[in-house]
């Protein structure tokens, strides 16, 4: 049974918004490489990913960005993401003195890099990252399925799965609850630039080792 055509055009949005995402994985898949790698790349590889994707809704589905809940948040959507940032915050603080952590390599690994690279990965991954997984991936499973389920469940282990490839397992136990938190905050308030700004306060203590590894 052939599909609507509007289901059609989901289901082709979401194919191309996988590739843009994962774009630089899929021509190195096609063998296309890269002479350059890095950090650097990975910002760019984020803004290249969003340009696209922006792309998608505006020029192929023709849509605005209050389709996958990107408009002004209001002020208590402001209020709400600090407030959800020091719940998580709390978390991690609680859990930190139960099971005192160890610096991962990935966190090494990231505040070995200069604070402006890492400024650059914080700004990219809390935009990027809330535009694809909690705004593109929910709002469109949403309308395909009639159900809002499938497409946070999908997100959510998408968005688990690299985190935990990088930092660890360690990092579900001081980080899991809060990656919640952002699914929880987005479908309660529908903001999605509010769920950025949490995005981004949670992201932002990662410069405290980067400064100091720099300063040392």
Known sequence: MALPDASLKI????????IAY???GVLRWFGVGFAVSGPAMTIFWKLVAAVLILGIIWLFEKRTLASINIRRPSE?????????WGISMAWYWVVSLIFPQEQSEGVSTIANFHPLIVLGIILTSSTVEELFFRGYLIERFKELTGRI??????SYIMFLVPHVQFFGLSWLLYHGFGATLLYVFYLWRRNLVAVMLLHLLGNLPILIPTFMAYFS
């Open 149 to 154: 389920g499938l497409g946070v469940l999908i």
């Open 11 to 18: 289901v082709v949005g979401l194919i191309l918004a996988f």
């Open 22 to 24: 994962y774009l630089e």
């Open 76 to 84: 208590k959507d402001i209020n709400w993401a600090f407030y959800f």
